[in-house]
C-alpha cells in the first residue's frame, strides 16, 4: 500500500489498531474506517499486528491500510516514525496503550496531533485484569497518558462513570459516549420475518478467555441440564486461550452430547437468528456486541446488569432480562424465562434501532472534525 505525505487536511485520518481479531473493537475500528472513507474522510488504517486476521475480509480497495507486523510491545517507535513520515495530526487510537505512547510523544517529542482515543472497556477492570507486563507498564504510566488525549471515547454511561470515578473527575468535559454499531440491523430491520427456525440452543458468540467467565456459564448449564430443567443444546462459538480449559470442564462432566464448540467465521447471522437466546457472563465488558447484534436479529439475551451498555440495551421482557451480577441462582431463573418467554420477535429486533451504523458514524465523524 502506498501513501502520500502531502500536508494533512482536516479529513486526513490516522485510525490505529493493535490487530484485526475476532473481538469487537476491532470490528467496530474496520468499519469505522470503511465508513468514514466512503463519506469523504482520507483514512489510512494502521495495524500493529498481522496476525490474526479475522476482519481482513471486510477491508477493500476504498480503504488504505498497512500491517506493522510486529508486537504492540515492541511497536512503540514504529509508530512514531510511520505518524511522522506521513505527517498525521489527527489520529483515532483504538488502543489504551497506542493511544498512551502518543501521548507520550507529543510530550517529550512534540508531536502535534489531536488525539481521539477509544476507552476498549471499563478501564478500571481492564487494568486490574491484564497481562503482568502491561499492567505494570499501565499503572507506571499507561494510563495516565493515555488520559491525556483530546478526546475519550466511552462506549457506554457505566464506562464514562468508571473514568471519571476512579481516576480524574476532570475528565468528565473530554469523555463523549458513543455507543458500538450494530452492522446487521439494516439487513434484518428490511426483513418482514417475524419467524424463527425450529434450532434448540442456547448461543455463546465471543472470544474464549478469562474475561468472558464461561465456567460459571458451564456450571450453570451443567445444574441445569442435571436437573433436567433444560433440553437446549449450549454453542460456544469463537476461539481463544480459554479453549483449552473448556475442552476440559466439557469431558469432565460429560457434555459433549450438550455443548458444541464452533470455531469463528464471518457468517455469524445464523447463529444469531436461530439461536433461542444469546448469553453473556463477563467479568466486565465496555459495551457488548454481541448482545446487540443478537437483539438485532430478533434474538433475546440474558447478561450481568453490571456490565457497561446493559442499561442502554437490555430492557427485561422486551428484548431479554438481566442478572444479577455473578448470582448463579438468578442466572439460571432468567435463562429458563428467557427459553420459554414468549417474545415478540419484530419489538425485540426494533429495540436496538437506536445503534444504526449511519448513526454512530455520525457521532464519531462529529467528534473527528473538531
Request: charged share 25%; proline share 1%; glycine share 6%.
Amino acid at each position: 500500500m502506498r501513501f502520500s505525505n502531502e500536508n494533512a487536511d482536516r479529513n486526513r485520518l490516522l485510525i490505529i489498531l493493535p490487530s484485526l481479531s475476532g473481538g469487537g473493537a476491532e470490528k467496530v475500528g474496520v468499519n469505522i474506517a470503511k465508513g468514514l472513507s466512503d463519506s469523504g474522510w482520507d483514512v489510512t488504517l494502521l495495524i500493529i499486528s498481522g496476525k490474526n486476521r479475522d476482519y481482513e475480509y471486510l477491508l477493500d480497495d476504498k480503504t488504505k491500510y498497512i500491517f506493522l507486523n510486529t508486537h504492540l510491545l515492541f511497536s512503540f517507535f514504529k509508530i512514531y516514525k510511520f505518524i511522522k513520515i506521513y505527517k498525521f495530526t489527527k489520529i483515532l487510537s483504538f488502543s489504551l496503550e497506542i493511544s498512551g505512547i502518543i501521548s507520550i510523544y507529543r510530550k517529550m517529542f512534540g508531536l502535534a496531533c489531536f488525539l481521539v482515543s477509544r476507552s476498549m472497556s471499563i478501564l478500571s477492570k481492564y487494568n486490574e485484569n491484564a497481562k503482568f507486563c502491561w499492567k505494570i507498564i499501565n499503572k507506571l504510566f499507561l494510563t495516565k497518558y493515555f488520559l491525556q488525549s483530546d478526546i475519550i471515547i466511552a462506549q457506554s454511561k457505566l464506562m464514562k462513570e468508571d473514568l471519571i470515578k476512579n481516576y480524574n473527575h476532570m475528565l468528565k468535559s473530554k469523555v463523549v459516549i458513543i455507543n458500538n454499531p450494530s452492522f446487521i440491523i439494516e439487513k434484518i430491520l428490511n426483513s418482514d420475518t417475524a419467524e424463527k427456525k425450529g434450532s434448540n440452543y442456547i448461543l455463546y458468540i465471543d472470544r474464549f478467555s478469562k474475561q468472558k467467565n464461561l465456567l460459571f456459564l458451564l456450571e450453570s448449564y451443567k445444574e441445569l441440564i442435571a436437573g433436567k430443567e433444560i433440553n437446549s443444546y449450549l454453542y460456544l462459538v469463537d476461539k481463544g486461550t480459554e479453549l483449552g480449559t473448556i475442552l476440559s470442564y466439557i469431558r469432565k462432566y460429560n457434555l459433549d452430547e450438550y455443548v458444541k464448540i464452533f470455531d469463528f467465521n464471518k457468517n455469524v447471522y445464523d447463529y444469531y437468528a436461530n439461536a433461542k437466546v444469546t448469553v453473556l457472563t463477563s467479568f466486565y465488558e465496555g459495551f457488548p456486541n454481541v448482545l446487540f447484534e443478537s437483539i438485532s436479529t430478533g434474538t433475546p439475551v440474558v447478561a450481568f446488569e453490571k456490565l457497561g451498555g446493559i442499561d442502554e440495551l437490555i430492557v427485561d421482557g422486551l428484548n431479554g432480562f438481566k442478572v444479577k451480577y455473578l448470582d448463579k441462582n438468578d442466572f439460571k431463573e432468567k435463562l429458563l424465562n428467557a427459553l420459554n418467554f414468549q417474545w415478540d420477535i419484530n419489538k425485540v429486533k426494533l429495540s436496538v434501532k437506536k445503534f444504526s451504523f449511519e448513526k454512530i458514524l455520525k457521532e464519531y465523524e462529529d467528534i473527528l472534525k473538531c
